[in-house]
Every structure is written in C-alpha cells, then in structure tokens.
C-alpha cells in the first residue's frame, strides 16, 4: 500500500510539473513571468512534499503526536498560502490582460 500511495504521488508530481512547463512554453509573457512560473512550480512541489514527509516521520517513529499535528498544520497551512497566491497571481495576469484588449 505504500508504494501505491508513493506511485500515485509521483504521478501527481509529474502531471503539475508538465503542467507548469507546458505553460511555460505557452506564454508569451516576457522573461519575469516565465521565471515567476517557474518559482511556483518549486514552491508548488516543496510544499506538495511536505506532507509525505510528515507522513513518514510520523510513520517511523521520528516525531511525536504534538509534532506530528504541528507539522500537518504548517503543511496545510503552507499548501493554502500558496495555492491563494496561484490564484491571486492568476486573477492578476487576467486583469493585466482585459486592460490591455
């Protein structure tokens, strides 16, 4: 079961970073944004693994509870965060673009 719920992480992993490079190719904004996409795949997979390194360290035996919901929280906290600023990133490229039509 383990290694089922690892394959299926490196899928997701796999379809976010195509995903992001394929937007990369795509955009024919100029250098800023395309490093900008760049930075939010990086923090997007840092952060995405995060929470199969708690997981783990739970698992082993390396962290208590208090530090295992600690760190789930910091997790979760971190995946909101950045997943509001995708938004907010987008929301403000597609105002960018309704200016300039």
Do not use: C
């Amino acid at each position: 079961m383990l290694a089922a719920s690892f394959a299926g992480f490196i899928i997701v992993l796999r379809a976010i970073i195509y995903m992001f490079k394929s937007a990369v190719a795509e955009s024919s904004a100029g250098h800023s944004t395309r490093q900008l996409l760049t930075r939010m795949l990086g923090l997007t997979l840092s952060v995405w693994s995060l929470f199969p390194l708690v997981w783990l360290a739970a698992y082993g035996g390396l962290i208590n509870i208090v530090w295992e919901q600690v760190l789930w929280g910091v997790s979760d906290y971190s995946a909101k965060v950045v997943f509001s600023s995708h938004l907010w990133q987008k929301n403000l490229a597609t105002v960018q673009q309704r200016r300039e039509a």
